[in-house]
């Protein structure tokens, strides 16, 4: 494995690399009990990553181990349902209200915990922290979680509609995750897509870094 693409998997699991690789991009990682220390001049936002475990072949030979979720944003990027956090409100509850209108999350059966946070990251030059959580569900969930998007508050004005993240690789070894990779995402989705996918063990570090080889080493290629 080439040592540039070996450092770009790698940042995702040791923190001090990862802060130097991410203060390029204007985002930190920064623990959650800072960030709640931090000027209240920043505002803060939460987003979640809804995942279950799955075992399927897509079109009948290429397998995929879980379900994740995302969502078209109604400026055409990929992003994490979630949102911006009240000034006085608490994150999670933040983030649950969120969930609540932007995919009409069931509150009664589903709930993000303080125990669910993945990771946080500030963005000095836009005064921001953004959380980031995970909702582990069964599959059936998963399945009942899409369903009632549809009658979302949000649903075909602030978010185009949610979509399955492609978690496996064709045969070109292009098209699926890594394809996936290439395109538009908000803010720093596309770190947290790839930090959830590692930190939930659903992708291997070498899947991982394979999909972002792929997905750089033939970004200006149509195969078809
Ligand atoms: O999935 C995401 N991951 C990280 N940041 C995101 C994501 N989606 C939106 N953002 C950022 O979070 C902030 C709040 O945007 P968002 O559209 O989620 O809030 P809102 O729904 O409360 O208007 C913006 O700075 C936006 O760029």
Redesign the pocket.
């Known amino acids: 494995m080439d040592e540039a693409l070996k450092f770009t998997v790698d940042h995702y699991f040791e923190s001090e690399v990862l802060e130097k690789l991410l203060s390029d991009q204007h985002h930190r990682k920064i623990s959650m009990e800072e960030s709640l220390r931090i000027d209240r001049s920043f505002r803060h ?1 939460a ?1 979640c990553f809804i995942c279950a475990p799955l075992n399927k072949l897509v079109l009948g030979k290429y397998p995929s181990h879980a379900s994740v979720l ?1 969502q078209l ?1 109604f400026d055409g990027l990929l ?2 349902p ?3 956090i009240e000034r006085e409100e608490d994150i999670v509850c933040g983030l649950n209200r ?1 969930l609540q209108e ?1 995919i009409n999350l069931d509150l009664g059966r589903f709930m993000v915990r303080e125990a669910d946070h993945l990771i946080s990251h500030v963005n000095h030059r ?1 005064k ?1 922290v ?1 959380h ?1 959580y995970s909702l582990p569900v069964t599959f059936e969930e998963f399945r009942a979680i899409e369903k009632q998007n549809l009658e979302a508050t949000d649903y075909g004005n ?1 978010t185009l509609g949610i979509l399955r993240v492609p978690l496996y690789t064709m045969k070109d070894g292009y098209h699926g995750l890594a394809a996936f990779l290439n395109q538009q ?5 596309k770190d ?1 897509l790839l930090y959830g996918l590692a930190k939930l063990k659903i992708l291997t570090p070498e899947e991982l870094s394979e999909a972002i080889h792929k997905s750089q080493a033939l970004k200006l290629t149509k195969a078809y």
């Open positions: 936002a987003h995302m944003r992003g994490f979630g949102g911006i969120e932007e836009h921001f953004f980031f602030e995402f908000v803010g720093n989705a947290q």
